[in-house]
């Protein structure tokens, strides 16, 4: 096999599918990507359900079907697959890897980019308090049990968090024949799409209880009861609101994290809002030549999302893997969040390298209904967006014209939201 390329792309889920597929269209002679699973599209082999691929392929797949079109369009452009592959680090444009076939890999590329999605908290990352017997596990880990391997985690369920991958199992789970209790949420508002919310819990009368959390699990050898409680605006218990559940299995879906600890080692900028890298425009690390995309830079809520930013990647890398390389003295404009913004993503643009508009990611962090989104030039109104609804489980999107960008006078924009039905009761 070769040891350097144009491009390499370290993970094969749909991030780095679309980057590499993307990487070829641009020029790129040689691509490769590398995967530590067996076979390329990451999470998406286990996510059996419908909804994936209506913004980009204008139809509705499954998650297999959706990461299959991809695996067959990079092996049509002729990118190179390392599958079952380990990346141990990656420095500067070296990446070091292994497997049981080749033994230790040392590979260069001209450029790098990183696809390496997320992961999910655990028990262990918020603490839950009681006693420690089987039945407890990610809802991530339950749908690979269940979709692959064939395995029914429970049957009397109780899921906490109000995450898609939580809300989609408690769907699944009642479809295989188990009774779901409750999703718990301790938000005062639920972290999932809002057709999820409705197709996965109203339709099968899954109750959801907002502002609550597990304060107990009770169980010798398997989980048996689960006591839930209301809390307070900190998030703290309230005494004598406790409800009980009679149960076997608690499912966790609690949050998502960027998988970056290939990221931390490269010494690569991140960016504390997200955990995942801070990128410019066209998603260029702060490392030269190192590219970042999908859920390894800030979590998504659609893959049509992440195939869009990650396409945005490889092209970009392509570009730079051709000499393409942007003037350490130009102009470069910072992104800031404002009121009600969480972070942005990418979290600055330079102009040399923006082209006729800027797209822009965030999230808020609570749900506003009529609203504008404002993007400032210290105390100018550069443009604004109307919102008749927005929530944390769902990410926005802005886009900037350069004819705007072009008469930012200072280094810095801020991007915040305006609660238009709050001014009208004040």
Known sequence: MRMEYDVIVVGGGPAGLAAACSAREAGANDVLIIERDTEAGGILNQCIHNGFGLHYFKEELTGPEYAGRFIKLAKEAGVQFLLDTMVLSVDGHTVTACNAADGLLILTGKAIVLAMGCRERTRGAIAIPGDRPAGI????????????????VGRRVVILGSGDIGLIMARRMTLEGAKVLACVEIMPYC???????????NDYDI????SHTVTNVEGLHRVERVTVAKVDEKKKPIPGTEIYFDCDTLLLSVGLIPENELTKDAGILLDNATKGAAVYENMETRSEGIFSCGNVVHVHDLVDFVTMESKKAGAAAAAYAAGVRCPKDGKVITMKP???????????????????????SFRVDQVIG??????????????RFARKQMAPGEMEHITIPEVLLKRVSGEELCISVKNLNQEERV
């Open 137 to 152: 596990f990610t809802a991530g880990t339950a749908q690979r049990y269940l979709n692959i391997e064939g395995y029914m």
């Open 191 to 201: 972290n999932g799409l809002n057709r999820n919310i409705v197709q996965c819990l």
């Open 207 to 210: 109750p959801l209880y907002l």
């Open 338 to 360: 404002g009121a009600h913004v969480t972070y942005t993503v990418p979290q600055a643009v330079r102009m040399h390298h923006a082209a006729e508009s800027v797209e822009l």
């Open 370 to 383: 009529n609203s504008e989104i404002q993007v400032t030039d210290g105390e100018n109104l550069v443009c």
